[in-house]
């Protein structure tokens, strides 16, 4: 079992529909960050969180520290946001960034 | 520039010939690490710098692997006698102080391919 895990692995939508990217870990960490990856591997970093939540644009970002467990979710997608986004945790015991397997979200028009 | 930068963009190789990647960090920043993508793999850490030194290094799959950083700036990843499954991507991010608290900015990567 991987220390981060994603869900879906992939998701395709419509034009306009909510999105929601789950992600559950089972360590301890200090820190969570969510990132983008664009088809030509280009990594953006979105968010750094450890509690709460966050939001930004139409991206918002929320963990629960205590289930382990964070969300991303995109409101009124667009095809611009068709990328993989990747889940990373960096454990409260050391300074590597351990990384989920990535979801592939397609955004149709 | 004001990103980190990586060279080269693009390396192909033959099996068993060094290679050296070189990172970029946006000035200022004291922390660099380096990471690999496999083809349909996760990405996976390798090494982290803090200034010169390097407290963990626990991620190089192998000792053909090295890494060093000089003058607290460019860091550059010596993979030796290259195999086929170093074929990767390899990035590099750094971030503006110690492991805990900054968020980590990316190189665009060096598409590595042994032939």
């Known amino acids: 079992k991987n220390e981060v895990e994603q869900s879906p692995q992939n998701l395709t939508a419509q034009e306009g529909e909510f999105i929601t990217i789950n992600c559950s870990y089972s360590?301890?960490?200090?820190?969570l960050h969510w990132l983008q990856q664009h088809p030509g591997g280009g990594i953006v970093s979105l968010f750094m969180?450890?509690?709460g939540k966050k939001k930004h644009g139409r991206l918002i970002a929320t963990i629960n520290i205590q289930e382990k467990h964070s969300s991303l979710h995109i409101t009124a997608s667009h095809p611009r946001d068709s990328a993989v986004y990747i889940c990373?945790?960096?454990?409260?015991?050391?300074?590597?960034?351990?990384f989920g397997e990535g979801t592939q979200l397609t955004v149709n028009p | 520039g004001a990103g980190v930068s990586q060279s080269p963009s693009n390396k192909v190789t033959e099996k068993g010939k060094d290679v050296e990647l070189r990172c970029d960090p946006i000035s200022g920043h004291t922390a660099l690490y380096w990471y690999r993508q496999s083809l349909g793999q996760g990405l996976e850490f390798l090494i982290y710098f803090q200034g010169n030194s390097a407290p963990d290094k626990s991620g190089l799959p192998s000792d053909r692997f090295s890494a060093e950083r000089t003058g607290g700036s460019v860091s550059t990843l010596t993979i030796q006698r290259t195999q086929q499954e170093d074929s990767a991507v390899y990035l590099c991010?750094?971030?503006?102080?110690?492991?805990?608290?900054?968020?980590?900015?990316f190189g665009d990567g060096t598409r590595l391919s042994i032939l």
């Open positions: 360590v301890g960490i200090s820190a």
């Open positions: 990373a945790v960096r454990e409260t015991s050391g300074s590597r960034l351990t």
């Open positions: 969180l450890s509690s």
């Open positions: 991010a750094s971030s503006l102080g110690p492991a805990g608290g900054q968020p980590q900015h």
